[in-house]
């Protein structure tokens, strides 16, 4: 199953350290805890740059 395209947008916000972006995205309903392919989350992806 394909992740939302919103949902991209917020691994890349996780990705890029852009924490207001990511809290605008969560509070109009996206989800944080949505799972890629491998099963990362937001936050994995956060911490696996450093974030």
Not at 13 to 41: C, F, L
Request: glycine share 8%; proline share 6%.
């Amino acid at each position: 199953m394909d992740a939302p395209p919103e949902w991209d947008l917020l691994l890349s916000a996780a990705q890029k350290n852009q924490p207001d972006r990511i809290k605008e995205m969560v509070r109009s309903g996206v989800s944080a805890s949505h799972a890629n392919g491998v099963g990362q989350t937001a936050l994995h992806v956060a911490a696996l740059w450093g974030n």
